[in-house]
């Protein structure tokens, strides 16, 4: 069965801390793995990466990659209060159109 | 651009009712999806168009339906409403057929049956 693993499933931090939120997978056919976030509402596209070993940078958030390995890590560097959200991670099977999402892992950065 | 907008965000249902949730995007994407979420789990599929008049069954088809007669209009039909189908709804398009696979939600339509 194709399966998409998250961890930690939550994390509290303090404004300023790093943080690491790792996604493990096992899924058959793989095209790419894609970041959400989601705050109260839709999830809203962070990254895809396709390619093992090259970071996809936006500001403070990082990914990577390792198609050898089966994961992939976002980072979040000098976290805001404004990161708190649930980090979905999910991936992209070739032949067919469904994402396979993990649970989420709920982030809450204080003050 | 407005993305994609879905509507109602909130409907109670009684056991046995129908509902139509609307959803609708303007960016011109061919692919559409529709996703229920419930609590502490990840987004499943339940069905998905690749363009006007196609649509196909997700992971989890039964009790719903769908239909895409314009590009722009994707709804979701539940005919005889169930507990087990209370949940948040999230409607999704990509441009896919470009080559680009990341999807774009909706704000979801939270729906619950009593």
């Known amino acids: 069965e194709d399966k998409v693993v998250q961890s930690p499933l939550s994390l509290v931090v303090h404004e300023g801390d790093t943080v690491t939120l790792n996604c493990s997978y096992e899924?058959?056919?793989?095209?790419?793995l894609l970041w959400y976030k989601q705050e109260k509402k839709a999830p809203t596209f962070l990254f895809m990466l396709?390619?093992?070993?090259i970071e996809k940078k936006s500001g403070r958030l990082s990914s990577i990659l390792d198609k050898k390995e089966l994961f992939s890590i976002l980072n979040i560097t000098a976290t805001q209060t404004g990161d708190s959200a649930v980090y979905l991670c999910?991936?992209?099977?070739?032949?067919?159109?469904?994402?396979?999402f993990g649970k989420g892992m709920k982030l809450t950065v204080n003050p | 651009n407005a993305g994609v907008t879905q509507t109602p965000k909130f409907r109670i249902l009684k056991i046995g009712q129908s509902m139509t949730l609307q959803c609708a995007q303007d960016?011109?994407?061919?692919?559409m999806y529709w996703y229920r979420q419930d609590p502490g789990m990840g987004l499943k599929l339940i069905y998905y168009?690749?363009?006007?008049?196609?649509?196909d069954k997700g992971e989890v088809p039964n009790g719903y339906n769908v239909s895409r007669s314009t590009t722009e209009d994707f709804p979701l039909r539940l005919e005889l409403a169930a507990p087990s189908q209370t949940s948040v709804y999230f409607c999704?398009?990509?441009?896919?057929?470009?080559?680009?696979?990341?999807?774009?939600f909706g704000p979801g339509t939270r729906l619950t049956v009593t």
């Open positions: 168009s690749v363009g006007a008049g196609i649509t």
């Open positions: 396709t390619s093992s070993g």
């Open positions: 999910a991936v992209s099977q070739g032949g067919s159109e469904k994402l396979v």
């Open positions: 999704a398009s990509s441009p896919r057929d470009r080559g680009m696979y990341e999807q774009y």
């Open positions: 899924v058959t056919n793989f095209r790419s």
């Open positions: 960016m011109n994407h061919n692919y």
